[in-house]
């Protein structure tokens, strides 16, 4: 299992630009989330799902917009990209037989906006 | 709402030195705790976990107990190595869509 992985590794983008980080898991797992990594501010939550067709919002979702086609992706897209986007991004899944809530991260995106 | 204060770094340690990190939490329920560490340029990997009261957690040496009396899941290691290296990360779930990150404590592990 190569399990949740992410493209690109490193995006520099103009402000405005729009872009979409791919995530996808091979463990059909049910559940997806991106979290945003800023310095001193711990993993944030942005969007998650819990089933192909449904997603709903986290903690900080203005600026970013999520579709869950099937089970193993889950992009993210960033609409007009702003400097307060710069950011570490990260996609986790789990699977739902697990009461532990235990999730498995991607290895990331790192995205600047000029 | 669920937050997790953990102790603010930088730490800098030498090789086969002790280690601990803290880290408080405030939940309204009973959280699964875990700490993960993120290795330089890799994604969080999971350390340990705990889900209930007096629960221990352990992988690689690293130790950390699940104190519901104080609302503390402190990491620990009694011998560091260079490889120890990493960013870690305290971290609770109360439910199956979200978990609340501390704000991460770097550790420098020297020769």
């Known amino acids: 299992n190569a399990g949740v992985t992410q493209t690109p590794k490193f995006q520099v983008l103009k402000t405005g630009q729009s872009m979409t980080l791919q995530c996808a898991q091979d463990?059909?797992?049910?559940?997806m989330s991106w979290y945003r990594q800023d310095p001193g501010m711990g993993l944030r939550l942005i969007h998650y799902?819990?089933?192909?067709?449904?997603?709903d919002q986290g903690e900080v979702p203005n600026g970013y917009n999520v579709s869950r086609s099937t089970t193993e992706d889950f992009p993210l897209r960033l609409l007009s990209a702003a400097p307060s986007q710069t950011s570490v991004y990260f996609c986790a899944s789990r699977g739902g037989g697990d009461s532990t809530y235990e999730q498995y991260f991607g290895p990331g995106t790192r995205l600047t906006v000029t | 709402g669920n937050s997790v204060t953990q102790m603010e770094g930088p730490v800098t340690l030498s090789e086969e030195a002790f280690l601990t990190i803290n880290c408080t939490y405030t939940a309204t329920g009973y959280p699964s705790l875990f700490w993960y560490v993120q290795y330089p340029g890799e994604g969080l990997q999971l350390l340990l976990k705990a889900t209930k009261a007096d629960d221990k957690g352990s992988n690689k040496g690293f130790e950390a107990t699940y104190r519901k009396e104080t609302t503390s899941f402190h990491l620990e290691k009694g011998s560091v190595q260079v490889s120890d290296s990493a960013v870690y990360f305290c971290?609770?779930?109360?439910?199956?869509?979200?978990?609340?990150f501390g704000a991460g404590t770097t550790v420098t592990v020297r020769a």
């Open positions: 971290a609770l779930s109360e439910s199956w869509n979200k978990l609340s």
């Open positions: 799902s819990v089933g192909a067709g449904i997603t």
């Open positions: 463990m059909n797992h049910e559940y």
